[in-house]
Nanobody, 120 residues
Framework: QVQLVESGGGLVQPGGSLRLSCAAS????????MGWYRQAPGKQRELVGT???????NYQDSVKGRFTISRDNAKNTAYLQMNSLKPEDTAVYYC??????????????WGQGTQVTVSS
């Protein structure tokens, strides 16, 4: 069984920073693209950005220049560094990964979500 566990959310003032982590565990053969999504109250889940296994990244326009996605393949972990946070970044942030296991794949896996609140 594969699990994605996020950590690092919390309350931060506007202009502040947070770093989210997403650790994959279980019977993993390989991890392809990983990504971060977010869902604000009353809104649909939206893509924040993605990172390939070769660390090529892609971002939503609203976070370009402020957010950085990275990964440590040896640790099966992805990170989301968020700087210059704004109140409109407030949301539950979810990690996603496309993972191949001994049973095949790649299959889509999601973390449980971590709350990020930007408020003074």
């Amino acid at each position: 069984q594969v699990q994605l566990v996020e950590s690092g959310g919390g309350l931060v003032q506007p202009g502040g920073s947070l770093r989210l982590s997403c650790a994959a565990s279980g019977r993993i053969f390989s991890i392809y693209d990983m990504g971060w999504y977010r869902q604000a109250p009353g809104k649909q889940r939206e893509l924040v950005g993605t990172i390939t296994s070769g660390s090529r990244t892609n971002y939503q326009d609203s976070v370009k220049g402020r957010f950085t996605i990275s990964r440590d393949n040896a640790k099966n972990t992805a990170y989301l560094q968020m700087n210059s946070l704004k109140p409109e970044d407030t949301a539950v942030y979810y990690c996603h990964a496309a993972i191949t296991t001994m049973s095949g794949g790649p299959y889509d896996y999601w973390g449980q979500g971590t709350q990020v609140t930007v408020s003074s």
